[in-house]
C-alpha cells in the first residue's frame, strides 16, 4: 500500500473518534517513525489556559498506537495499550504541539514506542513512552464512515 493510501486510511478512521475531536493529525510515516501534530487550543488546554498533560498523553498513545499497528498482521491481530508513562516538562498555552514516536522494542508479543512532543520552538514539552500488547482480533475494525 502506498503512503497516500495509508495516510488517507488514517484520516477516515479518525474522524469521529478521539483523535478527531482533539484536532490531532499525522504528518508523515515511515518504516521507523510516525510523526503528527496536535493544536493547543479549547479542545486540549485545561482549564487555566495550558496544554492539558491528558492531551498530550492521548496525542502520544495515538502515534505510538498507529506506529505500532504498522508493524503487525493488521486487522487479524491488534494493539492494545499496556502502559503510558508520561513527563509533562514544559507548558505551552498556544500554538502547536509536535510529537514523533519511534520503536524501541518490537517483538511478537509486545511494542515498546517512545514518543517526543515539542512545541513551535522545538522545545521538548513531553517525553512518553507507550508499551502495547498484540492480541488477535475478535471483530473486523471500523470502516472510518
Known amino acids: 500500500m502506498k503512503k497516500a493510501e495509508i495516510m488517507e486510511q488514517i484520516i477516515a478512521r479518525s474522524k469521529n473518534s478521539m483523535v478527531g475531536h482533539l484536532g490531532i493529525e499525522i504528518t508523515d510515516i515511515g518504516d521507523q517513525f510516525i510523526t503528527g501534530r496536535m493544536p493547543v487550543d479549547q479542545r486540549t488546554k485545561h482549564p487555566l489556559g495550558r496544554l492539558h498533560g491528558g492531551a498530550s498523553v492521548a496525542f502520544a498513545e495515538t502515534l505510538g498506537s498507529i506506529g505500532a499497528t504498522f508493524k503487525i498482521d493488521f486487522p487479524n491481530d491488534i494493539i492494545v495499550g ?39 520552538n522545538a522545545d521538548l514539552v513531553c517525553n512518553c513512552q507507550l508499551t502495547v500488547a498484540i492480541v488477535k482480533s475478535k471483530s473486523k475494525p471500523p470502516s472510518g464512515k
Open 82 to 120: 499496556l502502559t503510558v508513562n508520561a513527563n509533562h516538562l514544559k507548558s505551552v498555552s498556544s500554538g502547536w504541539v509536535y510529537g514523533k514516536a519511534v520503536p524501541v522494542h518490537v517483538g511478537k508479543a509486545t511494542q515498546v514506542w517512545n514518543i517526543k512532543i515539542s512545541n513551535d
